[in-house]
């Protein structure tokens, strides 16, 4: 088996890139995990691994909002009805992507040591991903 390097380099050069939006507040923590993901195939890096775990526990948890293009799709009630949900949720991604962004451009940028602490469950968890759920099977 052989791998193109360039690729690899390509793949891992636009996680940095993305992790960087996510702390510069250009990117939502929602829609940049999910791109991130996308990318962790093609740059040859486990997603189970820290801190890339946290971008999957974030999708994994936020997998019904809809973000970018996918908002097109909705109703403009339906949005305003959501909103207050979504934005929840989007705070307790940042509250957990930050680190985790901070983390992977020093992973990628050589430092591949990743021992930073991670905050806790938030109490408020449970209400978010209830609203979540419900947005999920109410459109």
């Not at 970018?68 to 934005?87: P, V």
């Not at 962004?101 to 430092?111: A, D, K, M, Q, Y």
Request: one cysteine or more; aromatic letters at 10%; glycine letters at 6%.
């Amino acid at each position: 088996m052989s791998y193109d390097l360039a690729h690899i380099e390509q793949c891992r050069a636009e996680i940095a890139v993305t992790a960087q939006q996510m702390l510069d507040g250009k990117c939502s923590y929602i829609e940049g995990s999910r791109k991130i993901l996308l990318k962790l195939r093609g740059a040859r890096i486990d997603c189970y691994m820290k801190p890339f775990i946290i971008f999957t526990a974030i999708d994994s948890e936020t997998g019904a909002i809809p973000v970018g293009t996918q908002l097109g799709y909705w109703a403009d009630d339906a949005i305003a009805r959501f909103r207050a949900d979504w934005d929840a949720a989007e705070a307790w991604a940042k509250n957990y992507g930050e680190t985790a962004c901070r983390e992977t451009i020093l992973w990628i940028e050589g430092n591949q040591s990743t021992s930073a602490d991670y905050p806790e469950q938030t109490p408020e968890w449970p209400a978010v991903r209830q609203a979540v759920d419900s947005a999920a099977t109410s459109n």
